[in-house]
């Protein structure tokens, strides 16, 4: 069994063929696939791919960073008056200064605010973190200590960014890039222990290698054990069965 723990699957890019994408998943292994939000509008989004596989998705619910805009507090509460026992995490939240730096001040504020929705329901954070690996840190660690659980989605760092994270007990997530030339990332899968690893996709974003540049899908989380096995020298039964038990651990997906 494989789990995805990071997957838009409810995207337009995969309007014309989610049942194949499905079908594909599950032959691949995949038995689980975890939906973090984006914004107010991917919500319903989300809720009829459900309705599709129940058993399959698992959906969380939060204020991605890059639609955190000057309107941030009212799309909050649209967001979170949704807030049931059905979500198994807060996400995705964090920082992003890739695209945009103007609502900075604004993107730290939803992110703490999601932290404490968190905490409050104990449930884990998917962080999203891009170019912003310090200014995120400098939030989220502090938590460490009242017993948050949290994913650094995407993992964008080197082995010295990784080992920090572990040291508070937080989690690493690895995708395609870990199949790409230079990034950097296999130190980091070489050295951390795979007990902190969750497998992501991020579909429909940053397929692996030979899929690169081509739509991704949870199916291709093969190719990403792939890679692991090649750099730990685990073998994939092994690397699956572990990130799948650390997966479980940390969602505590009710079945
Ligand atoms: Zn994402």
Not at 18 to 42: F, T
Not at 181 to 209: C, M, Q, R, W
Request: charged fraction near 25%.
């Amino acid at each position: 069994m494989i789990i995805d723990t990071h997957s838009h699957l409810y995207l337009e890019d995969f309007n014309d063929d989610i049942l194949q994408v499905i079908e594909r998943s599950k032959k691949a292994g995949v038995e689980k696939i975890v939906l973090p939000n984006i914004d107010d509008n991917s919500l319903a989004k989300m809720h009829n791919l459900l309705s599709l596989d129940p058993k399959l998705f698992y959906p969380c619910i939060g204020l991605h960073p890059t639609s955190v805009k000057e309107n941030y507090k009212e799309k909050l509460d649209n967001i979170f008056s949704d807030l049931n026992d059905d979500y198994i995490a807060i996400g995705e939240t964090g920082i992003d200064l890739y695209w945009d730096k103007t609502f900075f001040k604004e993107q730290q504020r939803a992110f703490e605010f999601q932290i404490e929705i968190a905490l409050k329901h104990i449930l884990p954070v998917i962080i999203h973190s891009r170019n912003s690996l310090e200014e995120t840190f400098e939030i989220v660690f502090p938590y460490s200590q009242k017993g948050l659980k949290a994913v650094f989605h995407c993992f964008p760092g080197n082995y010295e960014d990784a080992k920090k994270i572990v040291d508070k007990g937080f989690y690493i997530g690895i995708g395609g890039v870990v199949t790409f030339k230079n990034s950097g990332l296999h130190d980091v899968v070489k050295k951390i222990p795979i007990n902190n690893i969750l497998l992501e996709t991020d579909a429909p974003f940053l397929a692996p290698v030979p899929y690169r540049g081509r739509r991704n899908e949870p199916a291709y989380l093969e190719t990403i054990v792939q890679k692991i096995e090649e750099i730990t020298g685990l073998s994939s039964e092994n690397i699956k069965e572990i990130t799948s038990k650390n997966a479980i651990k940390f969602f505590n997906f009710k079945l």
